[in-house]
């Protein structure tokens, strides 16, 4: 008896230290289906898709998300989006949620739209900046839907601050075909781009279904932790990316550190070294997890041959100041299994996600830009420093409005070495480390004309060869050089600044120009200031520059103003 006793309590102590959360239940459903309101089923209504997920898949919850610009044409005389929510509401029990919901289409991507009180379509919100909008004044749960080149990218995840608050799902599997391989390389990839891109999205599966198989065309399935089995606690289990993506119709996965849950957002004093990150698993059908990764910014952690049955707990070094954790489960059946994230960032709302792709030069003053973004929605001050080979190069004290996206156009200088390291700080908190190989620096020919902006950024020639990037001479220069300039263009770039109006300058102008001998002063033309240059006229209205193949024909110095520099390297192809 006594045996018997300790037994007993051996197996309650196991199971009570098997910390799925006892706080909450996990619900199975799908959260992305089609009816006849779109292009669906013929014949069919949300309210069979509704029954269909209830009484044949068993489903715990299902959204029908019809796309939206078929809802211009009514059902019976009415609106189609509300007919949706009264069906929503008669299907739903206390054992079963069916949600209202639509689907935004346009080339840049698919987004859901959940339980929202009105509905809007491309035809509406023809471009994914107006849809931000209106999903900002809506503020509803959202997700991006199978992130794939064939459906769009978002623009390959540019990222909005505040929009991140109500786009909290995305789709790392898509699809109702039998075979049930729905989670595929590239919509997972992409999962990992957006969470580098910034967004905090947390992971499902939905069917896509078009017939008439809401739930049954095959195992896939959205888990979601809920506190209580009811609509709004799926919802606000959405919002709060308590889900994961499931090739596997009653996998139990939970992930968590000593800090948070997952699809949690833990905002720390001081980077932490590394987190503990705790590991529950459970297949009811035995299934083994075959391979285990752990993925982070920087690093991908694999682990083999793991019980059906998982408790663990690994230690994971924090390897960025943005940093984000979440697993992927690979079972031995090819079935496969992806949590949402969790995160650590710092309590400062100022983010740096990402750095361009740059040209940086040798012994050179190089322009060096990047975006940072407010992530909170009040006014936010940061300190931010850019160091180069750990000398100090750049350090500028920003102000940011709320969920402002900001520019950070920084000049850092380099030394005459093959390559170089760039430290970027805010607030003192490490963001970015990299190694950058410096190519050698631009050398454009200048003769007879004021450098200007050029001066210490470029290497400048006083000699017309063919290895140059680009040529700057003036219209007087053309009078005993013309053939040398002609042949010098078909290589490259060459500009021309009018100092005198000449025979050979003419020869070269197109049709329909005209060249004033008269001058004008402190004048900006076509996006281009000079402080002083001839007129240059087309049908009739003055100019700012004259494009004759790989010749630009300007009126005065464009190099002597600052602002002019981006345009005129554009012209000119200097990169």
């Known amino acids: ?23 909450l239940i996990l619900l199975f459903g799908n959260p992305h289906s089609h009816t006849s309101f779109s292009d669906g089923e013929p014949g069919t209504t949300p309210q069979d898709a509704y029954k269909h997920a209830r009484d044949l898949a068993n489903l715990d919850f299902m959204a029908v998300t019809d796309h939206a610009y078929y809802f211009e044409a009514k059902f019976n005389g009415r609106d189609k989006f509300v007919v949706m929510k009264e069906m929503a509401n008669q299907e739903t029990t206390d054992k079963y949620s069916a949600i209202a919901g639509f689907e935004w289409t346009a080339g840049v991507g698919h987004i859901n739209v959940f339980d929202a009180s009105k509905w809007t379509s491309r035809n509406v919100k023809t471009t994914i900046e107006e849809f931000y909008e209106w999903l900002i004044d809506e503020k509803p749960v959202a997700q991006f839907n199978h992130p794939i080149s064939i459906f769009g990218t978002f623009k390959d995840f540019e990222y909005y601050p505040e929009v991140d608050n109500y786009i909290n799902m995305i789709e790392v599997g898509n699809g109702s075909w039998s075979k049930n391989d729905t989670i595929n390389d590239e919509m997972f990839s992409n999962y990992i781009l957006a969470l580098k891109k910034g967004w905090h999205v947390g992971a499902t599966v939905g069917q896509d279904n078009h017939v008439a198989n809401w739930g049954t065309g095959n195992d896939s399935r959205t888990a979601v932790w809920v506190k209580e089995n009811r609509k709004d606690s799926i919802l606000d289990g959405f919002k709060n990316r308590k889900t994961y993506g499931t090739e596997d119709k ?109 040209k940086l030069y040798k012994n050179s003053e190089n322009n060096f830009n990047f975006y940072l973004y407010n992530l909170s929605d009040k006014i936010e001050k940061s300190n931010i420093k850019v160091y180069v080979d750990d000398n100090l190069s750049y350090e500028k004290y920003l102000e940011f409005q709320k969920y402002e996206k900001k520019m950070v156009n920084a000049i850092i200088k380099t030394k005459n070495n093959s390559n170089s390291n760039i430290k970027i700080y805010i607030n003192d908190l490490l963001w970015k480390n990299i190694n950058v190989a410096l190519e050698e620096k631009i050398n454009i020919g200048v003769i007879n004309i004021n450098p200007g902006f050029l001066k210490d950024k470029y290497i400048i020639s006083d000699k017309l060869t063919n ?33 005198e109006i000449n025979d050979n300058l003419i020869s070269i102008i197109p049709n329909n120009y005209e060249i004033s001998k008269e001058k004008t002063n402190n004048i900006t033309l076509n996006k281009i200031y000079y402080n002083e240059c001839f007129k240059v006229l087309y049908k009739g ?28 390297k554009r012209l000119l192809s200097i990169k």
């Open 541 to 568: 209205k003055e100019r700012g520059f004259i494009i004759n193949k790989n010749i630009i024909i300007f009126p005065g110095n464009p190099l002597e103003k600052e602002s002019n520099e981006a345009f005129i």
């Open 1 to 23: 008896m006594k045996k018997g006793f300790i037994y007993l309590l051996f197996i309650l102590i196991a199971t009570l230290a098997y910390s799925f959360p006892n706080d």
């Open 250 to 358: 009653n996998a139990r996965l939970w992930i968590e550190t000593q800090d948070i849950s997952m699809g949690d957002i833990y905002y720390y004093n001081s980077l932490p070294e590394k987190i503990k990150l705790k590991v529950y698993y459970n297949d009811p059908d035995n299934e083994k997890i075959k391979t285990l990764s752990i993925y982070t910014p920087n690093n991908v952690y694999t682990y083999n041959n793991l019980s059906s049955n998982l408790e663990k707990e690994y230690e994971i070094p924090v390897d960025s100041a943005y940093f984000f954790v979440f697993v992927r489960i690979d079972q031995y059946d090819g079935n496969n299994i992806v949590s949402s994230s969790m995160w650590y960032e710092p309590k400062n709302r100022i983010r740096l996600y990402e750095i361009p792709e740059i």
């Open 467 to 499: 290895d140059l990037n680009a040529a700057i001479v003036t219209s007087s220069f053309l009078r005993e050089n013309y053939n040398e300039i002609i042949e010098l263009s078909k290589n490259m770039k060459v500009g021309i600044v009018i100092d």
